[in-house]
């Protein structure tokens, strides 16, 4: 007897979960820097990521969104839809990069939590 569908998937959805659950957790450390300074610099770092992001991707998101509102056939729109999620993650990568970037700037290093 086979499996029914839907416990696949949630098994597919849940291993990764599970897996990512076990991995070492990472936190950003500076020797010289108190508790609410770092909580300082974290949002700081995160508003500068995000503006950076959008400064640099608003072309291909934008396109995309005006290319998914003027899609006449399911297939145009399916395209452009993959499009818009294409840059959408392409938008969240940059804004971890910048994001670890800036705090690299600001003296912090990324070390793991025992």
């Known amino acids: 007897m086979s499996t029914p569908m839907p416990c696949r998937r949630l098994a597919?959805?849940?291993?990764?979960?599970?897996?990512?659950?076990?991995a070492p957790t990472q936190e950003w450390v500076h020797p010289m820097a108190p508790l609410g300074q770092r909580d300082a610099d974290m949002q700081g770092c995160r508003s500068e990521a995000a503006f950076?992001?959008?400064?640099?991707?608003?072309?291909?998101?934008?396109?995309?969104?005006?290319?998914?509102?003027?899609?006449r056939s399911p297939g145009d729109r399916a395209l452009a839809n993959m499009r818009l999620q294409q840059a959408e993650?392409?938008?969240?990568?940059?804004r971890s990069r910048y994001f670890e970037?800036?705090?690299?700037?600001?003296?912090?290093?990324?070390?793991?939590?025992?």
């Open 52 to 71: 950076h992001a959008r400064q640099r991707g608003w072309f291909e998101r934008d396109r995309a969104m005006w290319d998914a509102y003027r899609a």
């Open 101 to 114: 970037a800036c705090m690299e700037q600001r003296g912090y290093r990324l070390r793991a939590v025992e």
């Open 12 to 22: 597919a959805l849940l291993v990764p979960l599970l897996a990512a659950a076990c």
């Open 89 to 94: 993650t392409l938008a969240m990568l940059d």
